[in-house]
């Protein structure tokens, strides 16, 4: 039988394609840079890398797809479908950290977004009970 334990944490994990930009930071707005990013949800943490076609040299290095970007702890972190004043595209969702970082993460595939907001929200759940 599988431990419960085990259950729980392998429910909490995730990494595929995503499309993502920083919206703001320390509070502040930042301008968009929306690109592809390999996502990865571990340990509570979700890490955003780099888009290979934005490297500054424009190389398009395969190698640039493991080089993370940004980091957001969940911990303390919201998340929700962002308004339509947030973004032109569809399936939008807005990641806000506890530290005053914002994101918005996307992807045209409803199911496919539709469950990285389902374990984002379990994973959020999770920390604050800790
Ligand atoms: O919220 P905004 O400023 O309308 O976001 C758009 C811009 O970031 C735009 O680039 P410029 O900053 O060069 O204008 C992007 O190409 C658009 O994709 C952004 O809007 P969407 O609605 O796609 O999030």
Redesign the pocket.
């Known amino acids: 039988e599988m431990p419960h334990n085990f259950f729980q944490v392998s429910n909490l994990e995730k990494a595929g394609i995503l499309n993502k ?1 920083k919206v703001s930071e320390n509070g502040k707005k930042i ?4 690109g592809h990013s390999w996502t990865v949800l571990h340990g509570g943490i979700l890490t955003f890398h780099k888009d290979p076609k934005s490297t500054p040299t424009g190389a398009s290095s395969k190698t640039n797809h493991i080089v993370p970007e940004f980091t957001v702890d969940l911990k303390g972190a919201t998340i929700g479908w962002a308004n339509k004043d ?4 569809k399936n ?1 969702l807005e990641l806000k950290s506890r530290n005053g970082a914002e994101y ?1 993460i996307q992807y045209d595939t409803e199911s496919i977004i539709t469950d990285w907001y389902k374990v984002i929200v379990d994973t959020i759940s999770q920390l604050d009970l800790d």
């Open positions: 930009t301008r968009k840079n929306w947030k973004s032109s595209k939008v918005l």
